[in-house]
């Protein structure tokens, strides 16, 4: 069964620190662009970090530059982020995200998890 569990989210004051975990069963992450996502109370899913195949390199919005860090762990098939010095801003449900390589050569993966609230409070 393919699954992606995140874990970590909870209530933290402005400039304190979370660290979200994404566990993976079903699949090696990395085999997988691993993303992680956010929504925001009344506002669309967006991206804010993910993670490449090769060399592990990195992206982030510039919203969370400097303070959030995505990370991969393959020996344990999981996925963090570390958040640091948040702000009311990083409210919302945060999600993990894999796209990667299907059965065939035409066929692409895609896989959520269920999310984890964070809340920063002022």
């Known amino acids: 069964e393919v699954r992606l569990v995140e874990s970590g989210g909870g209530l933290v004051q402005a400039g304190g620190s979370l660290r979200l975990s994404c566990a993976a069963s079903?699949?090696?992450?990395?085999?997988?662009?691993i993303g992680w996502f956010r929504q925001a109370p009344g506002k669309e899913r967006v991206g804010i970090a993910c993670?490449?195949?090769?060399?592990?390199?990195?992206y982030y919005v510039d919203s969370v530059k400097g303070r959030f860090t995505i990370s991969r762990d393959n020996a344990n098939n999981t996925v963090f982020l570390q958040m640091n010095s948040l702000k009311p801003e990083d409210t919302g449900v945060y999600y993990c995200n894999a796209i990667g390589p299907g059965k065939s050569e035409t066929s692409v993966n895609v896989y959520w998890g269920q999310g984890t609230q964070v809340t920063v409070s002022s």
């Open positions: 079903g699949f090696t992450v990395d085999d997988y662009v």
């Open positions: 993670v490449s195949r090769s060399d592990n390199k990195t």
